[in-house]
């Protein structure tokens, strides 16, 4: 007796990586910058700046290595978030080398330092960190889900981060502002990576706490409100923004914190009471502390009634300077090198670099790079949607309120939206902080979306996939 067997194999329909399609975005993702810095120094100086080669392939490396990386350790991850992050990064260093050719800063600083040191190189060094720190992150960070352990960890380390820009002799105090500490003659910005860490501790304690959170005692003008020990959790946060801001005279930072719990409190339990609730702390408390804390009082000041604070005390005239610069930039900009945003000072290659892409690129500039932040933003927010697991989606969620928030406060304060708050622009300013701080977090959503989109293993096989015939001699 003869028997034949075929096997039939069941596995999963395996999904296109987009690999190919990263590639292609990281070329025009490095092309641009490149005719964005000949541009610049034909507007400035009349011929190719000397160093385009170098930055062109230094940038091309990096990018290189990046989308390698990606290709081995993610494979399936959202094929846009590199490429938007590169062109950022590009544009930033850019900005920051036009700004140092300004004959205005480079006097400035002789004056008050003894000597002119560019910011470009230093923000191309902290570039090639940074990149190697996202690759790091993929290498290390096989399973998102293996952060959700240390949840309270998170927490404590996220205040020892946030406590330590107070600590004397650690802490720096920068035009009003404790946010800096210095270590080895290099300032560090903690609260850029407390925004990861404490993202953490968000997510794992939503997860868990969420049932719990959703659930209302008594409706009130058509609002859910919580029972009252439910509102433990945001009355700490609260609690723990106001004294950031009291002790730090960190507006940016303590929006940035409370609002991103908001956020993710809400994803959570789907209840509009919580958003409420959370507005109308956050007005109080900036309320209350733009009354009695003379830092936030004077940017609060300025952003009233900047040109008349301008007139009387000069305390607010780098708002009253960016508010021109976007004025005189009119819909398409002056051009690259062609606009006066350096007479805002040291502050132009950091909290202002944003009003140099309002004057020199106008309207149509802001438009394109809102555009580019919003797209990250909302790649982030279909990670979340995508993500198979309750702490992936808030993480994701976290991370892209939270860099949402930032673009906010930080486009609002240069534009006279809202009163200045000090954050940096991501990937734009000048920064070592900010700039590896961004990377990490485009890392994180990075593996996220590969964890959401590889496909799931094909189960083993069953008998009733097996067809056996057996062949009997006639």
Known sequence: MSVVTNTTTIGAIELPSRRNTELLLL????????????????????KLPPGMLTYGLGLGVLAGLAHLVVRRYAKYADPLLLPIATLLNGLGLVLIWRLDQSERLQNLAKIQFGAFSESAPRQMMYTALAIALFAVVLLVL?????????????????????????IPGLGADVFGAKIWISVGGFSIQPGEFAKIVIAVFF??????KRDALALASRRFMGLYLPRGRDLGPILMIWAMSLLVLVFENDLGTSLLFFGMFVIMLYVATERTSWIVIG??????????????ASHVKARVTAWLDPFECYRTSGACEQVGQSIMSFGSGGVLGTGWGQGNSDLIGFAANSDFIFSTV??????????????????IIERGVRTALAARDPFGKLFAIGLSGAFALQIFVVAGGVMGLIPLTGMTMPFLASGG??????????????????TA???????????????TQVVRPS
């Open 433 to 450: 902080s900010s700039v590896l701080a961004n990377w990490v977090l485009i890392a994180i959503l990075i593996r996220i979306s590969d």
């Open 453 to 467: 989109r590889r496909p799931a293993p094909a189960p083993a096989p069953s008998p009733d996939s097996e067809m």
């Open 142 to 166: 096989k399973d998102h889900r293996v952060l959700q352990r240390f949840t309270y960890i998170s927490m404590a380390a996220s205040l020892v981060l946030l406590i330590l820009p107070v």
């Open 203 to 208: 997510a794992g304690y939503l997860m868990v």
């Open 27 to 46: 070329g025009f993702a490095v092309v641009i910058p490149i005719f964005a810095y000949a541009n610049a120094g034909l507007s400035i100086h009349g």
């Open 279 to 292: 507005l109308l702390m956050s007005v109080g408390g900036a309320a209350v502390v733009g009354a009695t």
């Open 358 to 375: 309002g004057e020199e690129l106008g309207l149509a500039g802001v438009m394109a790079f809102l555009l580019l932040y919003g797209l």
